[in-house]
């Protein structure tokens, strides 16, 4: 027994079952991110002054990712019109494409994410903040340290470490100056804006350091909110990534069945995509710039 309504719109509302479906689930997505950006919204307003982590991510990055999902929107949405158009050639090319970036996004987000591991927030006991990183010596290898805190020190029984700042950071101003020497700021600052994160190290006493935490959800209210809603949305992409492989790689004996069958697929996994990427579009924006 055939389904009705798989590939002609219903006369009632329009639209054939798969649309109406996913329009349907659109809507309970709308409602899954709505109260994430809302729970965003009211943490960051109820944040006391200074509190909330501003100016460490990685904007170019965060930038560089958006224009790779703008460029999905556009291949997918070509892909359905050459299947509209009957050219199953350029479907696939611009599959491919579509495919290619949302599994670059994920290569990159992971890249992003393995830094916010190494990269680290210093507490120390006399008020003074520092973000940069921890680095330490493996035979004659130099290394950044990863996932450390503050149990760590004390299981290893670390006396010190060597800790490579960062240039001083808008969001604390004035807690970043100590524990470093006027020279040691000056070298710092020189390097400030361009790429050259390998700063001399400063030694500090572990008996100093109150606190020490990577950039991970356990750092503060804001990683802890970035990472849920970046990995949620990361989830989607791979979740839409693979969907449209399928139809990329079924798609073939599926146009020869039924030409209006795989058009449709493609178009109703069109729209789920179009709402992944503007997902981002608003992430992007209130995470790495606001």
């Not at 073939?252 to 030409?259: E, G, L, T, V, Y």
């Amino acid at each position: 027994m055939d389904i009705p309504f798989t590939t002609k719109a219903r006369p009632d509302t329009g639209l054939y079952n798969a649309k109406l479906g996913i329009w349907l689930f659109l809507a309970s997505e709308v409602m899954l991110f709505g109260a994430f950006f809302s729970a965003y919204i009211l943490l960051r307003v109820g944040a006391d002054p200074g509190a909330w982590a501003h100016g460490l991510m990685n904007v170019p990055i965060g930038t560089f990712n958006t224009f790779v999902l703008i460029l999905s929107s556009v291949t997918v949405v070509m892909a359905w019109a050459a299947l509209k158009a009957h050219n199953y050639s350029l479907y696939r090319n611009c599959m491919v494409i579509t495919i290619a970036c949302a599994l670059g996004f994920l290569v990159v987000k992971s890249f992003e994410y393995a830094e916010k591991f190494r990269h680290y927030e210093v507490w120390m006991k006399d008020g003074t903040r520092m973000t940069g990183h921890i680095d330490y010596q493996d035979g004659a290898v130099k290394k950044h340290a990863y996932l450390w805190n503050t149990k760590t020190l004390s299981k290893k029984k670390i006396e010190s470490i060597a800790f490579t700042p960062d240039a001083p950071n808008e969001w604390m101003p004035g807690q970043y100056y100590p524990p470093m020497t006027k020279e040691q700021l000056e070298h710092v600052k020189k390097h400030d804006g361009k790429g050259d994160h390998h700063h001399e190290a400063i030694t500090i006493k572990s008996a100093d350091i109150q606190r020490l935490s990577a950039f991970v959800p356990a750092h503060s209210t804001f990683f802890a909110i970035y990472f849920t809603m970046t990995a949620l949305h990361g989830l989607h992409v791979l979740g839409g990534a693979i969907v449209l492989s399928y139809f990329l790689f079924r798609g073939r004996k599926m146009w020869q069945a039924d030409p209006d069958h795989l058009t449709n697929r493609v178009e109703v996994g069109g729209l789920f995509w179009h709402f992944v990427d503007l997902v981002w579009i608003f992430l992007f924006p209130i995470m790495y710039i606001l």
